[in-house]
Structure formats: C-alpha cells, structure tokens
C-alpha cells in the first residue's frame, strides 16, 4: 500500500483489478489459514556478544568429546 490510494478499500480494489479477484482470494485465504511462523533461535545460535547486549550470560563452553 501506497499514499496514492486515499482508502484502503481503493488498494484493494487496484489489487483486484491487477490480480484478478481469485488470486487476491487465494493469497488472503493463504495467510489465514497459516499461522505466523516465528524464527526459533536455539540457545547456542546466539553468539555471546548478543547475549549479553540482551542481558544474558554468556554460554559456558562446549564439553570436548574425550570429556564425556
């Protein structure tokens, strides 16, 4: 959506007109009927220097394979 559309009804409509009224339906019907995905961020994907911008502890560091 831009300025130049007064409405949000008029950038639907510029849409529909562009796309066709089934793509518009699918592609709404798509986002409906999938739920948010949310980016999941593991505990070890996050480097020490961001932990700790966040106010987290650093990870303590990785056992070593002969340790275990």
Not at 5 to 30: D, H, T
Not at 41 to 52: K, N, S, V
């Amino acid at each position: 959506m831009n300025r130049d559309f007064v409405s949000p009804a008029e950038a639907v409509q510029a849409v529909v007109a562009e796309y066709g009224l089934v793509r518009v339906a699918l592609a709404l019907a798509g986002l409906i009927a999938r739920p948010g995905r949310r980016a999941r961020i593991w505990e070890g994907d996050m480097p020490d220097r961001m932990r700790r911008d966040i106010g987290l502890h650093p990870l303590p560091p990785a056992r070593n394979y002969w340790e275990l």
